[in-house]
T-cell receptor, first 113, second 111 residues
Framework: KAGVTQTPRYLIKTRGQQVTLSCSPISGHRSVSWYQQTPGQGLQFLFEYFSETQRNKGNFPGRFSGRQFSNSRSEMNVSTLELGDSALYLC????????????FGSGTRLTVV | DQQVKQNSPSLSVQEGRISILNCDYTNSMFDYFLWYKKYPAEGPTFLISISSIKDKNEDGRFTVFLNKSAKHLSLHIVPSQPGDSAVYFCAASGSNYQLIWGAGTKLIIKP
């Protein structure tokens, strides 16, 4: 079966711009979580969506937002980009939550210049 | 404040020997712990997990030990193989569906 698909794989944006990242979960998975990974910081939790509802949110500013569609695909949006937003953004899907096992996508590498 | 800490950024081990990766946590409410492995340019993949009602869980060459009183868990890989070279993350969770991740340890297996 197809894995978790994240698009695009790489992205270069300018400070002040906005960006939208996409995540298509494994078929049948209803939970989608987003993470930011920066060197030395591990994975920082952004938010989790389950059945189109945001179920949990990490400690990121309001510039970071997301949504989930009825087919469980999810998008993440970052507005007014800052240099510090440069990171690998990972999406993970599961049937109902982490205790059922997360499957991660390969990530979107965002570079802000 | 880091609730989950992996204090060793990197670890080098001879092929065939035991690799021991450590993880400490501060929140006594955590009741579920996971280890993930990550290769470059790929997302993390699930390796093994343990519930707080257990102190050991084994899966092939991988064993996770949990010491609740010390708030410490460790991942043992025996024997270590070249394909085990990767970054290993530990993660912990309580009841709110949110996983808290460590910063990762880069494991290098030397031939």
């Amino acid at each position: 079966k197809a894995g978790v698909t994240q698009t695009p794989r790489y992205l270069i944006k300018t400070r002040g711009q906005q960006v939208t990242l996409s995540c298509s979960p494994i078929s049948g998975h209803r939970s989608v979580s987003w993470y930011q990974q920066t060197p030395g910081q591990g994975l920082q939790f952004l938010f989790e969506y389950f059945s189109e509802t945001q179920r949990n949110k990490g400690n990121f500013p309001g510039r970071f937002s997301g949504r989930q569609f009825s087919n469980s695909r999810s998008e993440m949006n970052v507005s007014t980009l800052e240099l510090g937003d440069s990171a690998l953004y990972l999406c993970a899907s599961s049937q109902a939550g982490f205790d059922y096992g997360y499957t991660f996508g390969s990530g979107t590498r965002l570079t802000v210049v | 404040d880091q609730q989950v800490k992996q204090n060793s950024p990197s670890l080098s081990v001879q092929e065939g020997r035991i690799s021991i990766l450590n993880c400490d946590y501060t929140n006594s409410m955590f009741d579920y712990f996971l280890w993930y492995k990550k290769y470059p340019a790929e997302g993390p993949t699930f390796l093994i997990s343990i519930s707080s009602i257990k102190d050991k869980n084994e899966d092939g060459r991988f064993t996770v030990f949990l010491n609740k009183s010390a708030k410490h868990l460790s991942l043992h890989i025996v024997p270590s193989q070249p394909g085990d070279s990767a970054v290993y993350f530990c993660a912990a969770s309580g009841s709110n569906y949110q996983l808290i991740w460590g910063a990762g340890t880069k494991l290098i297996i030397k031939p």
